[in-house]
């Protein structure tokens, strides 16, 4: 079993949708949690963390529920340049811990 | 422009020779990472250095040897030991709890 999975789409939905992301993993000693945006050929780029309380950052909403040991991102009103792979990341220990990264969920948006 | 720099972005190699690929960075950060990415799958940790002239393996390293003598530089080495060594390759830098990743250098093995 993969330590972070996530699904691997593609996801293929039209502008102005809302679209959800899941992600689990499997070490509950996983710390810190973050998605990641990763365009074609390009390198990841953070877009957000992700807190216990839940984080909102425009049309982006991370949750984390620890119990379920599960990740999740929602995009609001989707636009054409959401269109990328959205990576979910788990880390172990504190700031010196291990990234593990899942495998990525591709998003298209279309017109 | 405070960043991190990989060089060159593409890079073709014949079998059998060993290739080093570049990574500089200069926001001041003690910790930095060296990934792989293959087709369709997610990251994987080649190495990692928290500090300079000390690294350790990540969960990929057998192939690969790396050099941290300056804060600012982490050097990989592709010998001719990986078997499989075409794939898209990432280095990291962080500071604190979130890691920031340079352009990336794609590898092919001709």
């Known amino acids: 079993r993969k330590e972070v999975e996530q699904d691997p789409g593609p996801f293929n939905v039209p502008e102005g949708a809302t679209v959800a992301f899941n992600c689990t993993y499997s070490?509950?000693?996983?710390?810190?949690f973050f998605w990641y945006r990763q365009d074609c050929r390009k390198e990841p780029k953070l877009l957000m963390s992700?807190?216990?309380s839940g984080n909102e950052d425009g049309r982006f909403t991370a949750q984390l529920n620890r119990a379920s040991q599960y990740i999740s991102l929602l995009i609001r009103d989707s636009k054409l340049s959401d269109s990328a792979t959205y990576l979910c990341?788990?880390?172990?220990?504190?700031?010196?811990?291990?990234?593990?990264f899942g495998q990525g969920t591709e998003l298209s948006v279309k017109p | 422009d405070g960043g991190i720099t990989q060089s060159p972005k593409y890079l073709f190699r014949k079998e059998g020779q060993n290739v080093t690929l570049s990574c500089e960075q200069n926001?001041?950060?003690?910790?930095m990472y060296w990934y792989r990415q293959d087709p369709g799958q997610g990251l994987r940790l080649i190495y990692y250095?928290?500090?300079?002239?000390?690294?350790q393996k990540g969960d990929i390293a057998e192939g690969y040897s790396v050099s941290r003598e300056k804060k600012e530089s982490f050097p990989l080495t592709v010998t001719s030991a990986q078997k499989n060594p075409t794939a898209f390759y990432l280095c990291?830098?962080?500071?604190?709890?979130?890691?920031?990743f340079g352009p990336g250098t794609r590898l092919t093995v001709l």
């Open positions: 990291a830098s962080s500071k604190e709890r979130t890691q920031y």
């Open positions: 070490n509950s000693a996983s710390q810190s």
């Open positions: 992700v807190y216990s």
């Open positions: 990341v788990a880390r172990t220990g504190n700031q010196g811990g291990k990234l593990i």
């Open positions: 926001l001041n950060h003690d910790a």
């Open positions: 250095s928290q500090i300079v002239n000390d690294f």
